[in-house]
């Protein structure tokens, strides 16, 4: 399972998330990549995605938005989710309990019908004057906290290890060509179909000296116990 973390951030507090995200996906057992997404070449050769922008006038970035746009037919297929960075929990109170209630629904209302959203979330990130204009940094003061970073790192993490269960348990995506079932076995169940032994005789084992032509000399042995070299490969189709 190969798994796409983009992003696409203004001053940096978007790719420090992405980051996070994805190594926590790795030690999850994840093939991850993080990536720019003003940057990526390749998003089919991905099985799913996690995609976060930066929030500006309650919006995704230019080039986040973009890259759901134009490659929504290969998004649509996959399991896909998505994150938000912007300042709802700088905001003075009552604001952060409205914030996390009605902006999420707002900020991927346009991405909606383009991609099927497994789930969304929104965070806080880093707050500084210097990167607003002069009318944010008013906002700022009448509306928020202050500056600083806002980042739920306990949150996150949380959010990052529930789409980790869920992809570890996902089936793996077949090789282009389409995979055969027969890969999976070793060299004995590739012989002669003629040389197959029916149903009722896989009692008889060669590791005990070899087959009996006398059942009743073998009253003693014990039964049920499974042929060694067929339950091989019925365990390796894994996520």
Do not use: C, N
């Amino acid at each position: 399972m190969k798994v796409l973390v983009g992003y696409a951030t203004a001053h940096g507090s978007t790719r420090q998330i992405a980051e996070h995200l994805g190594a926590r996906l790795s030690r999850h057992g994840l093939a991850t990549e993080v990536a720019d997404l003003g940057h990526v070449v390749a998003p089919e050769a991905f099985d799913a995605f996690v995609l976060g922008s930066a929030v500006h006038g309650q919006r995704w970035l230019p080039e986040a938005r973009a890259f759901v746009t134009e490659h929504a037919p290969e998004l649509a297929a996959k399991p896909v989710w998505l994150f938000s960075v912007g300042m709802p929990d700088a905001l003075r109170f009552p604001l952060p309990a409205l914030a996390h209630v009605f902006q999420p629904p707002a900020l991927v209302a346009e991405l909606a019908d383009r991609v099927s959203i497994r789930d969304h979330l929104v965070v806080s990130g880093v707050i500084r004057a210097e990167h607003l204009p002069l009318v944010g940094r008013l906002a700022m003061l009448v509306l928020t906290r202050g500056g600083g970073d806002y980042r739920d790192w306990g949150r996150i993490d949380a959010w990052t290890d529930g789409i980790a269960r869920v992809l570890t348990t996902l089936p793996a995506v077949p090789p282009a060509g389409g995979g055969s079932a027969r890969s999976h076995h070793g060299p004995a169940d590739q012989g002669s179909p003629g040389r197959r032994r029916p149903a009722g005789a896989t009692g008889r084992s060669t590791a005990r000296g070899g087959p009996s032509s006398t059942p009743g000399r073998r009253e003693g042995r014990p039964r049920g116990r499974p042929e060694g070299g067929e339950e091989g490969g019925q365990g390796a189709s894994g996520p």
